[in-house]
């Protein structure tokens, strides 16, 4: 009797309690909300590629539940923009994600509102290389109306893309003579050949590539001073067989600005994605591609920045890269693979596994580059230089190649111990350090692997584990100070008259790409 007098009395004051509640009857809003900005920046988008999500933040300050008529954006149905508001996306039909009604509010809480765009700039604009789009999300209306400025930077771009067969839903790849046997090979790779029209890019509009642009035998894609070359996610640049890339930037007079520089990155153009690694696949340099050349290019945030194969008997190497920077890359900076590189006045740094490694043997020539890896050295497996004479099948046999390397006046650095290695299972393997300023994990060269340094020879006036000063390496700035210790430890021998900033050099010259500087004037 007593447990159920004491329930009716519980259950008499939860009645009470209840029917004295207001919680839930909500007024009318007075337009006193606040918002934790009053514009929007959607930052950069490429016309019809859709932006990131950004979200606005609105408070009700009062002391009432409240209700907001309606949330709407001022273009209407025609707007760019659309919007989700606390994971609804209000009406149905045309208005999804542009018209909101009653939408409540407790008191003293918040709501999010999400905002993406895809424009097409050609409804805007015929002319315009980039063109600013605003509208307006409008709060409520009459007197208690309040509203937020939405702005979003459109570029046009040209674009290059793969065909794809609306039945079938199945989009182009390339093919090409993969095995050398002269025949052509279906890949999975999907892209396509530049016709010959799109075979130069210039510096007018930006290029947005998705899949792989292929250049084919006879072909030489040409990107002139300026150029701006934007990657979709798992796409690139693929040179076959009897094709040529050309990359001719020139020096730029703002650093800042790289108004000369060819600049190859992903196509999210969002401050989020500026440094992010991995976002796009690789320039690829396939076997019986020839002549290739690189200068004055930025080329960022890919997997692989340079992917060269084979050719490692072209007379003239099969790549030749000069004053140039590749930064971020998820997997190596420079791979090379049997082939023939060319590098002087290059800076690689900041990448998944080595910055530069030659693989398979090849011919390596690497003059005035500063070659550096400060990347997470808790996640990757190889040093900042890698040079091996080997491939391993899947049966564990061991394929030899002939190996020469050389590297003058260089700066091979990194945030790990040894930052070089060289392995060789062959015989014909030839490598010489000249006047490199190296961190290795001592400077007798002991324990070093399977190669022999007794030979010291291949070592001459090199110094081990000394600070190279650079300016702040965890963000890709990589000009060495005055105090740096590779201060005037190259040989005159390898000079390049230039650093990668057109500086003159003086004899004997600072190793690495840069010429040194007092970073307090």
């Not at 979200?55 to 002391?63: A, G, M």
């Not at 999400?114 to 409520?140: G, K, P």
């Not at 090199?462 to 430890?489: H, K, T, V």
């Given at each position: 009797?007593?447990?159920?007098?004491?329930?009716?009395?519980?259950f008499?004051?939860?009645?009470?309690?209840s029917?004295?509640?207001?919680?839930?009857?909500?007024s009318?809003?007075?337009?006193?909300?606040?918002?934790?900005?009053?514009?929007?920046?959607?930052?950069?988008v490429?016309?019809?590629?859709?932006?990131?999500?950004?979200?606005?933040?609105?408070?009700?300050?009062?002391?009432?539940?409240?209700?907001?008529p309606?949330?709407?954006?001022?273009?209407?149905?025609?707007?760019?923009?659309?919007?989700?508001?606390?994971?609804?996306?209000?009406?149905?039909?045309?208005?999804?994600?542009?018209?909101?009604e009653?939408?409540?509010l407790?008191?003293?809480?918040?709501?999010y509102?999400?905002?993406?765009?895809?424009?097409?700039?050609?409804?805007?604009?015929?002319?315009?290389?980039?063109?600013?789009?605003t509208?307006?999300?409008?709060f409520?209306?009459?007197n208690n109306?309040?509203?937020?400025?939405?702005?979003?930077?459109?570029?046009?771009a040209?674009?290059?893309?793969?065909?794809?067969?609306?039945?079938?839903?199945?989009?182009?790849?390339?093919?090409?003579?993969?095995?050398?046997?002269?025949?052509?090979d279906?890949?999975?790779?999907?892209?396509?050949?530049?016709?010959?029209?799109?075979?130069?890019f210039?510096?007018e509009?930006?290029?947005?590539?998705?899949?792989?642009?292929?250049?084919?035998?006879?072909?030489?894609?040409?990107?002139?001073?300026?150029a701006?070359?934007?990657?979709h996610?798992?796409?690139?640049?693929?040179?076959?067989?009897?094709?040529t890339?050309?990359?001719?930037?020139?020096?730029?007079?703002?650093?800042?600005?790289?108004?000369?520089?060819?600049?190859?990155?992903?196509?999210?153009?969002?401050?989020?994605?500026?440094?992010?690694?991995?976002?796009?696949?690789?320039?690829?340099?396939?076997?019986?591609?020839?002549?290739?050349?690189?200068?004055?290019?930025t080329?960022?945030?890919?997997?692989?920045?340079?992917?060269?194969?084979?050719?490692?008997?072209?007379?003239?190497?099969?790549?030749?890269?000069?004053?140039?920077?590749?930064?971020?890359?998820?997997?190596f900076?420079?791979?090379?693979?049997?082939?023939?590189?060319?590098?002087?006045?290059?800076?690689?740094?900041?990448?998944?596994?080595?910055?530069?490694?030659?693989?398979?043997?090849?011919?390596?020539n690497?003059?005035?580059?500063?070659?550096?890896?400060y990347?997470?050295?808790?996640?990757?497996?190889y040093?900042?230089?890698?040079?091996n004479?080997?491939t391993?099948?899947?049966?564990?046999?061991?394929?030899?190649?002939?190996?020469?390397?050389?590297?003058?006046?260089?700066?091979?650095?990194?945030?790990?111990n040894?930052?070089?290695?060289?392995e060789?299972?062959?015989?014909?393997?030839?490598?010489?350090?000249?006047?490199?300023?190296?961190?290795?994990?001592?400077?007798?060269?002991?324990?070093?692997?399977?190669?022999?340094?007794?030979?010291?020879?291949?070592?001459?006036?090199n110094?081990?584990?000394?600070d190279?000063?650079?300016?702040?390496p965890?963000?890709?700035?990589m000009?060495?100070g005055?105090?740096?210790?590779?201060?005037?430890?190259?040989?005159?021998a390898?000079?390049?008259?230039?650093?990668?900033?057109?500086?003159t050099?003086?004899s004997?010259?600072?190793?690495?790409?840069?010429?040194s500087?007092?970073?307090?004037?």
């Amino acid at each position: 009797m007593k447990r159920l007098l004491t329930f009716l009395i519980c259950f008499s004051v939860l009645i009470f309690w209840s029917s004295c509640r207001n919680d839930f009857e909500f007024s009318p809003s007075t337009g006193n909300l606040e918002f934790a900005r009053d514009t929007v920046y959607l930052d950069t988008v490429f016309t019809n590629i859709g932006s990131s999500t950004y979200n606005l933040k609105v408070y009700n300050r009062s002391d009432e539940d409240i209700v907001i008529p309606t949330i709407q954006l001022e273009n209407g149905v025609g707007s760019y923009y659309r919007m989700n508001i606390d994971g609804t996306t209000g009406l149905a039909d045309d208005q999804e994600g542009k018209f909101f009604e009653d939408v409540e509010l407790l008191a003293n809480d918040s709501l999010y509102i999400f905002i993406e765009t895809t424009i097409d700039i050609e409804a805007l604009s015929n002319s315009d290389i980039q063109f600013l789009y605003t509208d307006r999300i409008l709060f409520d209306s009459g007197n208690n109306q309040q509203d937020v400025d939405l702005v979003t930077l459109v570029k046009d771009a040209v674009f290059i893309y793969p065909n794809k067969d609306e039945e079938t839903n199945i989009i182009e790849t390339l093919t090409f003579d993969v095995d050398g046997d002269g025949n052509p090979d279906e890949t999975t790779l999907q892209g396509r050949f530049l016709e010959d029209e799109e075979l130069t890019f210039t510096n007018e509009k930006p290029y947005v590539i998705y899949g792989y642009a292929g250049v084919g035998n006879g072909q030489t894609l040409t990107m002139e001073s300026g150029a701006r070359v934007h990657f979709h996610a798992e796409s690139g640049i693929i040179v076959t067989q009897g094709g040529t890339l050309n990359i001719n930037g020139d020096l730029s007079t703002d650093q800042d600005l790289l108004e000369n520089e060819v600049i190859l990155e992903g196509d999210r153009l969002e401050p989020l994605y500026e440094d992010i690694p991995g976002q796009w696949g690789t320039i690829w340099l396939f076997d019986g591609s020839i002549n290739n050349t690189i200068n004055h290019a930025t080329i960022k945030n890919a997997t692989i920045g340079v992917l060269s194969e084979f050719g490692q008997n072209d007379p003239n190497a099969k790549l030749n890269i000069t004053n140039s920077q590749i930064y971020n890359t998820s997997s190596f900076g420079i791979l090379g693979n049997a082939t023939s590189i060319t590098a002087e006045n290059v800076v690689i740094n900041n990448s998944g596994q080595s910055s530069f490694a030659g693989t398979f043997g090849g011919v390596y020539n690497l003059t005035h580059c500063t070659i550096a890896n400060y990347w997470n050295n808790s996640f990757r497996q190889y040093p900042a230089l890698l040079i091996n004479d080997f491939t391993v099948d899947e049966n564990n046999t061991i394929y030899t190649n002939t190996t020469e390397a050389n590297i003058n006046n260089c700066i091979v650095y990194g945030n790990d111990n040894p930052e070089f290695l060289l392995e060789n299972e062959g015989a014909e393997f030839t490598f010489k350090f000249n006047n490199c300023l190296l961190r290795f994990n001592n400077s007798s060269l002991d324990g070093s692997g399977n190669y022999d340094f007794d030979d010291i020879t291949n070592y001459e006036g090199n110094r081990f584990n000394l600070d190279p000063d650079f300016e702040d390496p965890f963000e890709n700035l990589m000009r060495i100070g005055s105090d740096s210790d590779a201060n005037g430890i190259g040989s005159p021998a390898f000079l390049i008259t230039e650093d990668i900033l057109g500086e003159t050099r003086v004899s004997p010259p600072d190793a690495g790409a840069y010429k040194s500087v007092n970073f307090e004037e």
